[in-house]
């Protein structure tokens, strides 16, 4: 693997047990942790351990009316959600509208403006806008180090180009005072496991920060190495921090949810607050352990053991001197 633009590194990791399938912390809220955005549910790849291209509802791309009435609420009761702008979908094929989700939330001084990408539409056009956009953070899924690896997973991307366009961002902002932390993500799954290592180094040697996760089986579609043995089940942290909203409005009932089939209701006709408090009847039952009045998904679904993601920042660069995070819960 060519090895032009390195540079020295040390790894480091955080805490030992951070990657733990059991969490601490998790608690009622008021209002969702975490709120998943869906910009668009169209995408340009299917990945192999995604259930995008296998969506039943239609797809389509969010109004911005949509966008501004739920980040208008979020502004009002809890401006330190953390906004996700993604669900399904990869929403670099809709650059205007995600620039101008951006800077409305950004105006309504949001503390958390967070982006997934597969990264294969960032280019030239893109760099600077979004890097001067407000985001917080920005998390590429690339999965992979080689050509063979990456094309088996990221099934239609062109490796090169993503990391071409992810390398230069990644240069752009870390010759930057202030911008997006940017973190490369690898999901962690039997086609791509031989290679975390050396992709880790890889991407550290960049000065990126590295997001390692386990593989979720999106409510049970997909195949998991997931395994936790039942006695040790705990509250599934989808349910109690976050809360997704589709491009139309659906709210389903957790990311498991992805077809909305559960859904709680829309929010173009109640609040997010109304439908999270929809939803607490099942956060109760997650919380006190009453596991068996659950929904019929969540007694096949193993999407609550995934256990919070790895992180590792390079030991140089923009992102070198952060704390380890003390996370307990899993990320979106
Ligand atoms: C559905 S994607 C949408 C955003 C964008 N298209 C992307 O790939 O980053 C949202 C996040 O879910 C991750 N993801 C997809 N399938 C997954 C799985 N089976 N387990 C864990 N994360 C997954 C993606 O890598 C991404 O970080
Ligand atoms: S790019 Fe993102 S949304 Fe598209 S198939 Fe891959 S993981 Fe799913
Ligand atoms: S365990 Fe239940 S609440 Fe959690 S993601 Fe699966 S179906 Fe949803």
Same mark, same amino acid.
Request: aromatic share 8%; hydrophobic share 40%; proline share 7%.
């Given at each position: ?166 390398? &230069? =961002?990644?240069? %752009?902002?870390?010759? *930057? /005072? @202030?911008?997006?932390?940017? !973190? #490369?993500?690898?999901? +962690? ?100 352990? &009453? =596991?068996?009045? %659950?929904?019929?998904? *969540? /007694? @096949?679904?193993?999407?609550? !053991? #995934?256990?919070?993601? +790895? ?22």
């Amino acid at each position: 693997m060519p090895n032009d633009c390195s540079h020295p590194f040390e790894k480091s990791a955080t805490a030992p047990d951070a990657y733990a399938p059991v969490y601490d912390g998790l608690q009622e809220r008021p209002f969702p942790r975490q709120l998943g955005m869906e910009v668009t549910a169209f995408c340009n790849l299917h990945c192999a351990m995604c259930h995008n291209a296998t969506l039943k509802r239609p797809k389509g791309r969010m109004p911005f009316e949509l966008f501004r009435r739920c980040v208008d609420e979020v502004a009002e009761l809890s401006p330190s959600t953390e906004v996700w702008l993604s669900f399904n979908g990869e929403p670099l094929l809709e650059p205007e509208l995600l620039l101008r989700m951006l800077a409305y939330a950004k105006s309504l001084r949001l503390t958390s403006l967070n982006l997934n990408s597969n990264g294969t539409r960032l280019d030239d056009t893109l760099v600077e806008p979004l890097l001067a956009s407000g985001l917080d953070l920005v998390v590429f899924g690339i999965d992979g180090l080689t050509s063979e690896t990456y094309s088996r997973v990221r099934l239609g991307g062109d490796r090169d180009c993503v990391y071409a366009n992810v390398e &230069r =961002f990644l240069a %752009l902002r870390l010759a *930057c /005072a @202030t911008g997006p932390e940017i !973190m #490369v993500q690898f999901i +962690e799954m039997e086609e791509n496991a031989h290679e975390r290592e050396a992709f880790v180094d890889y991407w550290l040697s960049r000065g990126a920060i590295l997001k390692v996760r386990r593989k979720l089986s999106w409510g049970g579609r997909m195949n998991t190495a997931l395994a936790v043995p039942p006695e040790r089940r705990t509250a599934c942290p989808w349910s109690v921090n976050l809360m997704h909203v589709c491009w139309d409005g659906t709210v389903p009932r957790c990311c498991g949810d992805t077809d909305g089939t559960e859904a709680v209701g829309n929010v173009w006709h109640e609040s997010l607050s109304t439908l999270w408090r929809r939803m607490a009847p099942n956060r109760a039952a997650q919380l006190d352990g &009453r =596991f068996d009045q %659950l929904p019929a998904r *969540c /007694a @096949t679904c193993r999407d609550w !053991m #995934v256990g919070v993601s +790895e992180k590792i920042r390079p030991t140089w660069g923009a992102f070198s001197d952060q704390p380890a995070p003390a996370e307990s819960v899993a990320e979106w």
